[in-house]
């Protein structure tokens, strides 16, 4: 993948704060009583299908549904990285995606393990993924602080449906210092599986690649990352303990609270390498804040 994100630009996907099927305009009163109109995000109802399966409805944004339905399931357990896909289809008048497989596969007893997870809508996860994350040996991959540093400024200034209408969360692919994919959604967990479904249908690996999220640094968002096979993650809000404990026995490098100058990290801390001159680092500024940012910690 190399320089690719220089042959497509400086984002290879990113969002478009202006798409009409992602806010709507509404009415209504401030503090003080006076009419006010605001955008607000626009959710919608998709299910996913297995073949002829029928394994969840989850509440979108869905602007890029197909990326979605493989990357739910990649992170689920349900598909492999190198299984075959033979279709994704989308019908956008019943908020149906199918996702088609060779052969038929059945995953009643996994349903029936399934188990609610502290994402914001209907995360999930199965007990077996726990197993499948014993046997993970992450790459090596350096990270520097001044990707750190210049990769926050970047996203931060991005425009988004973040910084257009708020209440949603943001999960951007990074290659060193170069953000790649940017992807939005009501939960987080549906942002990062966006982006683990844009790796899948790209043949796009994860081993010298460097995740971030607009989120909690929660056991979901460690688990999703080591099934991506992506050594670092860096958010700008905070940890949870289980999310940090797994990050430590998977090998993950868990950066958190990355705003301006600042940032934590408490796991796989050897991977990364001080080669910026804090001098010259700017604290965030309110121009650059996102939207919400007091309440990221």
């Known amino acids: 993948m190399e320089d690719i994100a220089r042959l497509a630009g400086d984002w290879l996907v990113r969002p478009d704060p202006h798409d009409p099927r992602l806010t709507q305009r509404v009415t209504g009163i401030d503090e003080a009583g006076r009419p006010v109109e605001t955008s607000v995000t626009v959710e919608r109802a998709l299910t996913l299908y297995l073949n002829s399966r029928e394994i969840v409805t989850m509440m979108t944004i869905l602007d890029h549904p197909e990326w979605l339905a493989l990357g739910y399931l990649l992170n689920q357990n349900m ?4 299984d075959v896909v033979t279709g994704v289809d989308y019908d956008d008048d019943l908020g149906v995606v199918v996702v088609r497989t060779p052969e038929e596969t059945d995953f009643e007893e996994k349903l029936k393990k399934k188990t609610l997870t502290s994402g914001c809508a209907q995360g999930t996860a199965f007990g077996d993924l726990m197993e499948a994350l014993e046997t993970v040996q992450l790459p090596r991959t350096e990270v520097r602080t001044s990707w750190l ?5 970047v996203i931060n200034t991005t425009p988004s449906l973040y910084l257009e209408a708020g209440a949603i969360h943001g999960c951007v692919l990074c290659e060193g210092d ?6 939005e959604d009501v939960g987080r967990h549906n942002a990062v599986d966006k982006v683990a479904g844009w790796m899948f249908a790209n043949g796009i690996s994860g081993g010298d690649k460097l995740f971030y999220t607009t989120g909690r640094l929660t056991s979901e968002m460690v688990i999703k990352t080591v099934r991506m096979g992506i050594p670092v993650l860096v958010s700008r809000s905070g940890f949870t303990a289980w999310g940090v404990e797994l990050a430590r026995k998977c090998g993950l490098t868990l950066i958190g609270r990355a705003k301006g100058k600042r940032f934590i990290a408490l796991s796989g801390q050897d991977r990364i390498i001080f080669d910026q001159d804090l001098a010259y680092v700017s604290d965030e500024s309110l121009k650059s804040r996102r939207k919400g940012g007091r309440d990221d910690e």
């Open 149 to 153: 540093y210049r990769l926050t400024s």
């Open 178 to 183: 170069k953000p790649l994919v940017y992807m």
């Open 79 to 82: 598909l492999k990285p190198d």
